[in-house]
Structures are given as C-alpha cells and as structure tokens.
C-alpha cells in the first residue's frame, strides 16, 4: 500500500512569510508526528497527533509553529513569518496508534525541505 | 529527560569490512532502542529494535545489535559492509509508557563506504 507522502518536496521562501507543510499518513493510521531535521539540532520531535487532538505539543519552538489534523487524516504543519533558523527538512511520521501499551512502529515520510532566504 | 549519544559523527569502512556504529543512552530504566538509516533525500527506514529479551537483535539488511544494560549502549553492527551501506544511521529510543512515544533521535553517524 501506500506510504506516508509529505508535500511538497521542496520550499523555498522569504523570510517573513507563512509555510504550511502538508502530510498524508499510512491509511488507518491514528497517530501522526512531526519532526525537523536540521544541520545544528539534528532530529526533533515536534507535535504528535492522536486522532484529530494534539495531546503532546512539547517539541514545537515557539509560536509561530502550529498544526492541525482533519478527519483523522491529512495534517498540516504552518510556520507563520518564518526565519533562516526554520531552514530544515521536515518530516512526518505514522503509526497504528500512538498511546497503547504497546508500541506501533512510527513509518516516515520522505520529508519536506524547507529554505527560508 | 532521555538523550541518546552517537560518538562518532563520519566513519569511513572499506567494502567488505566489518561495521560497528556506537549508541549510549541516558535513562533511568530501559527505554525502547531502535536503529533507523537515511539515504540521501530518503526518509528514515528502521533497520530494527529491542524492547527487551534476547539482547542480540536481527534487522535488515544483515545488520545486528547488541544491547547492553550496564553499558546504556545499543550499537549496530555488520559483519561485511556493500557499498549501498553508505547512508546516515540514526539511534533513537522510545519512552515506554510515557504517553506519545515520541522518538528521541542521536545526532545520527555518517557512513561512507570506499570500493
């Protein structure tokens, strides 16, 4: 079946405006995550989703990040007036269910690259 | 809070040698243990995992690890390295119970494979 898909795959833009990051999760998939990859910090946990509610949002930087899931599904991660230091690849992950007693493999999107000028 | 160190940032192994990629864990109890590797502009694939029993694990792609209790180390090896084995390999763990099971990554080590 499919895998977890991210778009777009590349995004340039200027520093100062909004981004939103789209993920498609694993079909069935309850639990959704968002992480960063960058240069100084390597791999971050950002926001993690079950279902549609958000109950650990510990990774996000500041404010200006924020995301969302709809019906379950699709999630959107938006960085309003971006910075140089956003420059990263963001990347999204799935699993079966996040908050069981057992652990449900986490499958990873190819990551969306995002450069702030 | 948990953190996971990969000592070594860039190894360079000729094809046909062996590997082995080192991984320490700061946690109180036994945290869940996973090796992932990323090819350049791929996403993160999981090569295998340990949650508890048998310490020797089996993953894909002939690699193996080793857990360690008394030393907080989970490393990764292989006997003998292809030349696709060239990819970035991340150690990661996993809070048992905490909740959201959000992966705490290493820095990640660099493997670059000479023919």
């Known amino acids: 079946g499919a895998g977890v898909s991210q778009s777009p795959s590349n995004k340039v833009t200027e520093k100062g405006k909004d981004v939103e990051l789209r993920c498609d999760p694993i079909?069935?998939?309850?639990?959704l995550y968002w992480y960063r990859q960058s240069l100084g910090q390597g791999l971050e946990f950002l926001i993690y989703?079950?279902?549609?509610?958000?109950?650990?949002k510990s990774g996000l930087p500041s404010d200006r990040f924020s995301a969302e899931r709809t019906g379950g599904s699709v999630s959107t991660l938006t960085i309003q007036r971006t910075q140089q230091e956003d420059s990263a690849v963001y990347l999204c992950a799935s699993s079966l269910s996040g908050s069981t007693l057992s652990y449900n493999e986490q499958f990873f999107g190819p990551g969306t690259r995002l450069t702030v000028l | 809070a948990q953190s996971v160190t990969q000592p070594d940032i860039h190894i360079t192994v000729s094809e046909g040698a062996s590997l082995e990629l080192r991984c320490n864990y700061s946690?109180?109890?036994?945290?869940?243990l996973f090796w992932y590797v990323q090819s350049p502009g791929q996403g993160l694939q999981l090569l295998l995992k340990y949650f508890s029993g048998d310490t020797l694990v089996q993953g894909i792609k002939g690699f193996e690890a080793e857990f360690k209790r008394s030393q907080s180390s989970f490393n990764l090896r292989k006997p003998s390295v292809h030349w696709s084995d060239a990819a970035e390999y991340f150690c990661?763990?996993?809070?048992?119970?905490?909740?959201?099971?959000?992966?705490?990554f290493g820095k990640g080590t660099k493997l670059s494979v000479i023919p």
């Open positions: 946690y109180g109890a036994t945290p869940y």
């Open positions: 079909s069935g998939h309850t639990a």
């Open positions: 989703f079950q279902g549609n509610s958000a109950p650990d």
């Open positions: 990661a763990v996993v809070v048992p119970g905490a909740g959201s099971y959000q992966l705490t």
